[in-house]
């Protein structure tokens, strides 16, 4: 069962295992906004036992594209059909934020993976590599963001 995604009144609901279930809980509702106020789409999540679908695309896409495996626990994930866009989310236990950006068509498609860290946490040993820029938000507080380009079909 989805739940939809309050940016007004934040709950940790579904996050209360992750060590920074606030601020994991504020980047949830950061997004909600996001898709609220840009596409009219109502953000919801399902628990990780009932998204294995999600986790299992991304788990592919990191594997395939970079060789990364995400050592934390996923605890929610979903996917948001928005115009031409299939985006793929989940949230980890430990804090971590991916999300996938996948066009469906047109003439040059977008498509990227996205990670995102609560404040709060450290950056995880797998995404070391990354380089982390920093943006405020006024839900999750400051959140560390970085991305590569998907160069496979999936």
């Known amino acids: 069962m989805s739940d939809v995604v309050d940016f007004v009144s934040v709950s940790t609901r579904g996050l209360e295992s992750s060590p920074v279930a606030a601020a994991l809980a504020g980047l949830r509702a950061n997004e909600a906004r996001y898709f609220k106020n840009k596409y009219d789409h109502d953000f919801s999540v399902r628990p990780a036992a009932e998204a294995t679908e999600e986790i299992e695309l991304v788990s592919r896409i990191l594997a395939e594209e970079r060789g990364i495996v995400i050592d934390s626990s996923p605890l929610e994930a979903t996917t948001c059909w928005v115009e031409n866009i299939r985006w793929t989310f989940v949230f980890y236990e430990s804090g971590l934020e991916v999300n996938v950006l ?4 047109g003439p040059a498609p977008k498509r990227a993976v ?4 609560s404040e709060g946490m450290d950056v995880p040993s797998e995404l070391g590599a990354f380089k982390f820029a920093r943006q405020k938000s006024k839900l999750a507080g400051v959140i560390r963001g970085s991305y590569f380009v998907i160069k496979g079909e999936y």
Do not use: A, I, Q
């Open 114 to 117: 996205g990670f995102k860290l």
């Open 102 to 105: 996948y066009t469906l068509d």
